[in-house]
């Protein structure tokens, strides 16, 4: 009769085990993996269409903490150099506009949290953008799964309206000394926060937002990489070897041997050092990928 009890119970708890570990990978569980030198996103298939870019959406829904949750998750498979596992907002804050029908860039006092163990990052409509946040230390390990806490707000802490807010983020991945990159920065993708808690945005709601994707000039760092070796090859006197890029106090950089800087901040091309004297903003990097035929 023990034997027979113990045994129910060892497949009731291998069943709730099983469950308990099937919902914690959380919805959605935003999966990538490391392949042919480039991060593929989406490998579980949970994200949606938003224009060019893929969308994951991140429902607040619990009724006790509706502005705080911890079940969305990042996953990862194949990443074999180790390193540290992190993302990069490439946005600020929006938020969509019923009335108008677009993704406001100001106008909006919510902020999103994001928070991963020590690590904590806030984004608004004024601040955030270009910070990098922890996902995972992968020294010891090529899968991972990481759960970091989001948390929307207004700054005084009061609650947000409902609706549905965005920020674009590439995910990426450096070496213990955050100098170099081990996993190429992936294509930007957006996380949409959805927040009906009054019930005064709903899935009908929620749907026109992703209907529309926001009119922005996003950075392509394979396409930058890319101008960065043309620019080494039919400039050598400035760039005079190979070097691999790095982020540098916000600029997409390359630092060569003979003290010069060439980078890429905000759709501009600056230099830095050397023959070039100090920096110095060149313009759009439109203009250059146009001369360079990209």
């Not at 085990?17 to 490391?34: C, K, L, R, S, T």
């Not at 498979?77 to 390193?83: S, T, Y």
């Not at 000039?217 to 960065?228: H, S």
């Not at 890029?245 to 091309?269: P, Q, V």
Request: charged share 20%; net charge negative; hydrophobic share 40%.
């Amino acid at each position: 009769m023990i034997k027979k009890f113990n045994c129910a119970v060892l497949i009731i708890l291998l069943i709730s085990f099983g469950i308990n570990a099937v919902a914690h990978e959380g919805e959605p569980n935003m999966g990538f993996a490391w392949r042919e030198g480039a991060i593929e996103i989406d490998i579980r298939k949970q994200g949606t269409k938003l224009g060019d870019l893929s969308a994951f959406i991140i429902r607040f829904t619990d009724s006790i903490a509706p502005y705080r949750m911890g079940d969305a998750g990042f996953t990862g498979i194949e990443f074999d150099q180790g390193g540290i596992f992190g993302y990069q907002a490439e946005t600020h804050l929006m938020k969509w506009s019923s009335e108008q029908s677009q993704w406001l860039a100001e106008g909006f006092s919510e902020q999103i949290i994001i928070s991963r163990l020590s690590d904590e990052k806030r984004i608004s409509a004024s601040e955030g953008k270009g910070i990098q946040g922890f996902i995972e230390n992968l020294t010891n390990t090529s899968t991972f799964e990481s759960h970091p806490i989001f948390k929307i707000q207004k700054p005084d802490g009061q609650a947000p309206e409902d609706g549905a807010y965005m920020v674009i983020i590439t995910v990426l991945g450096v070496d213990a000394t955050g100098e170099n990159i081990l996993y190429q920065p992936s294509q930007p993708f957006a996380l949409v926060f959805h927040i009906n808690a009054k019930g005064n945005f709903n899935g009908l709601a929620l749907s026109e937002a992703l209907d529309v994707p926001p009119a922005l000039k996003l950075n392509n760092y394979n396409r930058m990489d890319a101008l960065f070796n043309w620019a080494e090859e039919n400039y050598s006197r400035y760039f005079p070897h190979a070097v691999k890029s790095r982020f540098i106090e916000g600029y997409y950089a390359r630092c060569y041997n003979n003290g010069t800087c060439l980078g890429s901040l905000d759709g501009k091309i600056y230099t830095l050092g050397g023959e070039l004297g100090g920096l110095s903003d060149h313009g759009a990097i439109e203009t250059f990928y146009q001369a360079a035929g990209l």
